[in-house]
Each structure stands twice: as structure tokens, then as C-alpha cells.
């Protein structure tokens, strides 16, 4: 049962991501978030983060993907909840309002 669980939800997944893409929202969504970001200093925290981590650790001993991951989980934490809950928000009232969404998916 976990195992169908799982896939249903990976289905469910894979259908709301060609949803977004197709229709155009998620780069809608992604431009209100870059922007909502930007707005509460997100982006500014996360370069200063950026900056103080390649000091510590020397530019000649870090690379690039290094410095990757040790800025994602980082980066996400650093987004505040009331962006979070409001992208999902939005996320959740366009499939709401998508009659293929519905059918597809017996909500």
C-alpha cells in the first residue's frame, strides 16, 4: 500500500508541474516569488552568506559545488514561512480552478 501511495503521489506531482508549466503559471509564480524575495532581503542574506562562507573557507579551496551545497539548504531555510504558505496558497486556489486538474484527479 506505502508503494502505491508513493506512486500516486508522484503522479499527482508529475500532473501539477506539466499543469504549471503548460498554462504558463509557473513562471508566473516564479516571478512573484523572485520578487516577494527580493522584497525581505532574502537574496541580499543569502549573498551575504555566500560571501562570508567563501572567506572562511578561501577562495582557492572551495568550488562550485561545494559552495552549491552548502547554499541550498541554507537558502531554503531562509525563506520565510509566509512566502512558503502563500505560494502554495496560490498554487493550490490555480488547481482549484482548473477543471482538467479536477477530472483528472477526482477533486
Known sequence: MNSQHNTDIALKKS?????????????RLEEYLRQ??????????LKKYCLDLIRSKGLEKINLDDLVEELLP???ALVP????????ARIKTYLENDSDYKRLTGY
Open 81 to 88: 514561512t509566509k512566502i512558503k504558505e502563500d505560494l502554495l
Open 15 to 27: 500532473l501539477i508541474e506539466k499543469k504549471l508549466e503548460e498554462s504558463g503559471e509557473k513562471q
Open 74 to 76: 541554507k537558502g531554503r
Open 36 to 45: 516577494k524575495l527580493i522584497e525581505c532581503g532574502w537574496k541580499d542574506e
